[in-house]
């Protein structure tokens, strides 16, 4: 069964950085697109960023030059580093491959 767990979320100040995991089970990771969304209160979930198994990545534009999408295939992991954090970052940040969903872990960005 495949699961995901993120963890790396809590409170930062405006200007500061947080680097999210996502470690996956039960799936061939190498093989499968990660992608990284975020939903703040009121707003629908939006992609944040992905990665391909070949290592390509996208990044919303809102973010660009501000995050990075990575992956360890050997650790089933995928990271989310995020620099330079705004109050607008402020989310839940969810985790996904195909229709896998992990449980959130929630981004506060202090003003």
């Known amino acids: 069964q495949a699961q995901l767990v993120e963890s790396g979320g809590g409170l930062v100040q405006a200007g500061g950085s947080l680097r999210l995991s996502c470690a996956a089970s039960?799936?061939?990771?190498?093989?499968?697109?990660m992608g990284w969304y975020r939903q703040a209160p009121g707003k629908q979930r939006e992609l944040v960023a992905e990665?391909?198994?070949?290592?390509?990545?996208n990044y919303a534009d809102s973010v660009k030059d501000r995050f990075t999408i990575s992956r360890d295939n050997a650790k089933k992991t995928v990271y989310l580093q995020m620099n330079s954090l705004k109050p607008e970052d402020t989310a839940v940040y969810y985790c996904?491959?195909?229709?896998?969903w992990g449980q959130g872990t929630q981004v506060t960005v202090s003003s």
């Open positions: 996904k491959s195909f229709s896998t």
């Open positions: 990665i391909t198994r070949s290592g390509s990545t």
């Open positions: 039960g799936i061939i990771f190498s093989l499968h697109t």
